[in-house]
């Protein structure tokens, strides 16, 4: 296991707009976020030869910005060695009350004059705050089994069981039992476009539908199994025959023009 930490906090200041705090490093989620909006509650996921890199995001503070606009938070962690941590935080993205909670007990380590001291300044490791961070999520027992769902599936946050099973594929990826992305998200709101977010990251890929406009019913499989490609469907009969027909009236009229 690797020793978990917050890498970098990204947020903004009364008047200084949206950055960094700490070292963000390889910005992995460049990808996955093309298929998430990030000013919204999201987690992005990965589990891959590096590790283990979680991203959550739409964490609100009591901060405000010049206009009284409210500030947002999103925490960027790698390391897999505080699962109960890290699935604390996902499920406090998941859940209105719990993230409203979770964002009151960061206000009492991301303060203002910590914003103001560190927004921008990307070669200074966080440190200290980054082990406070971690521990104001304070769930250090959080364990949720692994689900033993298909390695690519896509729900929607309407099912019942969705928020257990999101979290199970999280904690499949925390012990390297699985390895790929989970992805739960306002963006997408289609079994079509968890598919098309599969194939774009090119690993296998768990999907989690937040949006009100979901479509899709229960866990639904992405992608095609293992060991099975896809074969041509034949042709039927008819259609078969056209073509033939067709290809021998094409040789017939390259004979007459030679």
Same mark, same amino acid.
């Given at each position: ?25 390889? /910005? ?6 093309? =298929?998430?909006? @990030?000013?919204?509650?999201? *987690? ?7 590790? =283990?890199?979680?991203? +959550? ?12 606009? %409210?500030?947002?938070?999103? !925490? ?12 604390? !935080?996902?499920? #406090? ?18 303060? /203002? #004059?910590? +914003? ?19 521990? $104001? +999520?304070?769930? &250090? ?24 099973? =999101?979290?199970?594929? @999280? ?7 699985? *390895?790929?992305?989970?992805? #739960? %998200?306002?963006?997408?709101?289609? /079994?079509?476009?968890? /598919? ?37 469907? &034949?042709?039927? =009969? &008819? ?5 033939? $027909?067709?290809?021998? !009236? ?9």
């Amino acid at each position: 296991m690797s020793r978990a930490e917050v890498t970098a906090v990204i947020t903004r200041g009364r008047t200084r707009d949206y950055g960094y705090l700490g070292t963000p490093g390889d /910005e992995w989620w460049v990808e996955p976020a093309r =298929f998430t909006d @990030l000013d919204q509650p999201a *987690v992005l996921a990965l589990r891959d030869g590096t590790g =283990f890199r979680a991203l +959550v995001s739409g964490i609100p503070s009591a901060r405000r910005d010049s206009v009284g606009r %409210t500030i947002r938070v999103t !925490l960027v962690l790698a390391g897999d060695d505080r699962p109960g941590a890290v699935l604390a !935080l996902a499920r #406090a993205a998941l859940d209105d009350t719990a993230r409203a909670a979770l964002g009151a007990r960061l206000d009492g380590v991301i303060t /203002e #004059a910590l +914003v103001d001291e560190w927004r921008g300044v990307v070669d200074r490791p966080l440190g200290p705050a980054a082990d406070a961070v971690l521990d $104001a +999520v304070d769930s &250090p027992g959080e364990q949720v089994p692994g689900a033993g769902q298909p390695a690519s599936w896509v729900m929607s946050a309407d099912d019942p069981s969705s928020t257990g099973t =999101f979290l199970a594929r @999280l904690a499949d990826l925390l012990t390297g039992e699985a *390895v790929g992305y989970a992805i #739960a %998200t306002n963006r997408l709101v289609s /079994e079509a476009g968890a /598919e098309r977010a599969r194939q774009a990251l090119g690993a296998d890929t768990a999907v989690l539908l937040l949006s009100d406009s979901a479509t899709v019913a229960g866990v639904r499989p992405l992608g095609k199994a293992p060991g099975t490609p896809r074969s041509p469907t &034949p042709a039927p =009969f &008819p259609v078969r025959l056209l073509l033939g $027909a067709g290809l021998a !009236l094409v040789v017939l009229l390259a004979l007459l023009l030679l």
